[in-house]
């Protein structure tokens, strides 16, 4: 397609069960980001992935995220024992180029998590 | 510690006036500004980009200031119309954090009829 996807786009679990968020970027963006957005919020940074370079995981809140890019391409955000805080929506952008020149960010529409 | 700040009330406007949003910020020294808008649902689609070294930015009815005196952004739409109710974004990006923008929490705008 020709903007970014998430899957799934909606997601329901218990407490304490792992879960795995997808995003396909836009064909040929070299940079990937995530963010969450808890409701009425603003969007909170998780991490950042810039072509070949060690990703940007500054914003991860504890060691039960993790998320890796394969290829250059399709990006995975893991969440291991899923906590009632953690639901949010999730949302993956990209962009062309590198951090040094600001190009717009694309937004997928996001995966909205629900930890029972 | 860094903040940025928007209106956290919603603003509703009639139809044909202009609607104007603030975007205050402290303890940042942003190099570039952008504005998204949001609609229920979706993820934020991008708007406008203004530098630290511009002082207005315009597109179709909308326009964008930055005030790094003021630290303070101003984001007009003109002869606002109901298909502009959403909420809107602003972001910045930093010198000491290239790749990773900052967001405000929002402002969500109602155009009625």
């Not at chain 1, 879960?19 to 603003?42: F, K, M, N």
């Not at chain 2, 315009?58 to 002869?79: C, N």
């Amino acid at each position: 397609g020709a903007g970014v996807s998430q899957s799934p786009s909606n997601k329901v679990t218990e407490k304490g069960k792992d879960v795995e968020l997808r995003c396909d970027p836009i064909s040929g963006h070299t940079a990937l980001y995530w963010y969450r957005q808890s409701l009425g919020q603003g969007l909170e940074f998780l991490i950042y992935f810039q072509g070949n370079s060690a990703p940007d995981k500054s914003g991860l809140p504890s060691d039960r995220f993790s998320a890796e890019r394969t290829g250059g391409s399709v990006s995975t955000l893991t969440i291991q024992r899923t906590q009632q805080e953690d639901s949010a929506v999730y949302l993956c952008a990209s962009s062309s180029r590198t951090g040094y020149s600001n190009q717009p960010q694309h937004f997928g529409d996001g995966t909205r998590l629900s930890i029972l | 510690s860094q903040k940025i700040e928007q209106n956290s009330e919603a603003l509703n406007i009639q139809e044909g006036k202009t609607a104007t949003l603030t975007c205050n910020y402290t303890n940042y020294s942003p190099a570039y500004l952008q504005w998204y808008r949001q609609d229920p649902g979706r993820g934020p689609v991008f708007l406008l980009l203004i530098r630290e070294n511009e002082k207005e930015k315009r597109k179709e009815r909308l326009k964008v200031t930055f005030d790094t005196t003021l630290k303070q952004s101003l984001f007009h739409i003109t002869a606002s119309q109901p298909a502009d109710s959403a909420t809107y974004l602003c972001a910045f990006m930093t010198t000491d954090s290239w790749g990773k923008l900052q967001f405000g929490a929002g402002t969500q705008v109602v155009v009625t009829p």
